[in-house]
């Protein structure tokens, strides 16, 4: 494809983003590229680096154009990036949508006029308001506050950037240094992760699941974030363990590990697509001790097993505030409408996978925000209504999973961040049911 095509099909996968403003990006653009099989790897790579570049900076490219009298477009959109984040000029942009061939049909009078408003100007600029210009959406600024307190810009800035490529090595089948070894082998360096001893970071983006060593389950993509989250649940051989809200069974596959597939697993989800993935990716890991439910409504299942497991992992459904830099589009889906029916959502879901847990038991909640809306505060009021829990410092969860060394943090629960941990935004607190 030429330059003006690339910048052609940008728009267009950005029309269809406009198109389907609830549904993750990453899905509409697999669409997008499976429609257009024509388009080779290069192209395909370069029409989603420019097309992720305007969704990271969405925000601000709105308070331009919405300055300039404009609504937002596709075309616009794209044409505004071009002249504020890359530093372009008008001129450039009428070569570049030109009409000729597989080019952008030439710019509107009303889109010249809007673009040259713009021209000039930076992209942050100084006029913007807080949350505008810290890229943040509005109805997150406070929680966001509580979290960070003065180092929010920081943290806001560590938000912007590319999320590093992390891998778990399979402990089942490897170990870290010979998956590494492999790794390494097929062109892929690798460095351990800083708090995760089952961990590998790719320094750049590499094809990993065509390789060799994830074909054969010897790695699974995972932050490390995830994985020290796996590894609070200080799930052992022998035990019987519930990973409620399990998805796609990434930590249940790093709970295998640790029990040596000893024991029992249950991997719990009220999506049939997520299971069934997760029954692949089992199956992949040489994972045999791990079986799946669907939860429905009204569901029996949870009645039965009632104080008879020894970890029950609660992976709650939340904003994914601590994602955006690998999710950027999730700041735009979400709204503070969610983030309420969000909050409401865990609440039931910690209180239903409570009644899960063994006395002398423990209960992990999870979440991968950074909101003390969807964490401290959803911990301290089961706490409140929950006297037969109590909550377990994070050094000593650390020690009781058999981690020496300092944890990620301070305090009573583990709280991530990209600034201050260069993982995800993940928060996990380990509460013991009273024997």
């Not at 239903?352 to 063994?358: D, N």
């Amino acid at each position: 494809m030429t330059p003006l095509a690339r910048i052609s099909a940008a728009v267009a996968l950005l029309a269809e983003l406009e198109a389907a403003p609830r549904r993750p990006a990453d899905a509409v653009a697999n669409d997008f590229f499976r429609r257009r099989r024509y388009i080779g790897g290069g192209d395909r790579r370069a029409i989603s680096e420019r097309t992720w570049a305007v969704v990271r900076e969405r925000l601000r490219l709105e308070w331009h154009l919405a300055r300039a009298g404009a609504a937002p477009t596709a075309r616009l959109l794209l044409a505004a990036h071009m002249l504020l984040s890359d530093g372009g000029r008008l001129a450039g942009i009428e070569a570049a949508f030109t009409g000729d061939g597989y080019a952008e049909p030439r710019l509107s009078a009303e889109e010249r006029r809007i673009l040259s408003a713009l021209e000039g100007q930076r992209l942050v600029h100084p006029e913007m308001d807080e949350a505008t210009r810290l890229n943040l959406p509005g109805w997150a600024m406070d929680g966001l506050r509580i979290r960070f307190g003065e180092s929010l810009p920081e943290a806001a800035a560590a938000m912007e950037t590319s999320a590093p490529l992390d891998l778990r090595v399979n402990l089942l089948r490897t170990s870290r240094a010979a998956a590494a070894k492999a790794l390494a082998a097929e062109g892929i360096p690798t460095q351990p992760t800083a708090y995760s001893p089952w961990g590998l970071r790719v320094p750049d983006r590499r094809p990993i699941l065509n390789s060799r060593a994830f074909q054969e389950g010897l790695i699974e993509i995972q932050d490390e974030g995830s994985q020290l989250i796996a590894l609070l649940a200080d799930a052992r051989p022998g035990m019987k363990v519930a990973d409620y809200c399990a998805g796609a069974a990434g930590k249940t596959l790093a709970m295998a590990a640790t029990m040596g597939n000893r024991g029992r697993i249950a991997a719990l989800d009220v999506s049939v697509p997520r299971l069934t993935g997760a029954t692949k990716r089992l199956r992949r890991a040489g994972v045999d001790n791990a079986e799946t439910h669907l939860l429905e409504s009204g569901d029996r299942w949870v009645k039965r097993r009632a104080a008879s497991f020894d970890r029950v992992l609660v992976d709650a459904p939340c904003t994914g505030t601590g994602t955006w830099r690998r999710n950027p589009d999730a700041r735009l889906r979400t709204t503070g409408e969610d983030y309420s029916e969000l909050i409401t959502k865990q609440r039931a879901i910690l209180h239903r996978a409570a009644s899960l847990v063994r006395p002398g038991g423990k209960l992990i909640y999870a979440t991968c925000s950074v909101l003390p809306g969807e964490d401290e505060e959803q911990v301290r009021e089961f706490l409140d209504q929950h006297a037969d829990f109590t909550a377990v410092p994070l050094a000593e969860a650390w020690a009781e999973a058999g981690m020496t060394g300092l944890p990620p943090g301070e305090g009573p629960h583990m709280a991530l961040a990209p600034h201050s941990h260069g993982t995800d935004g993940f928060f996990a607190a380990v509460l013991r049911r009273r024997s």
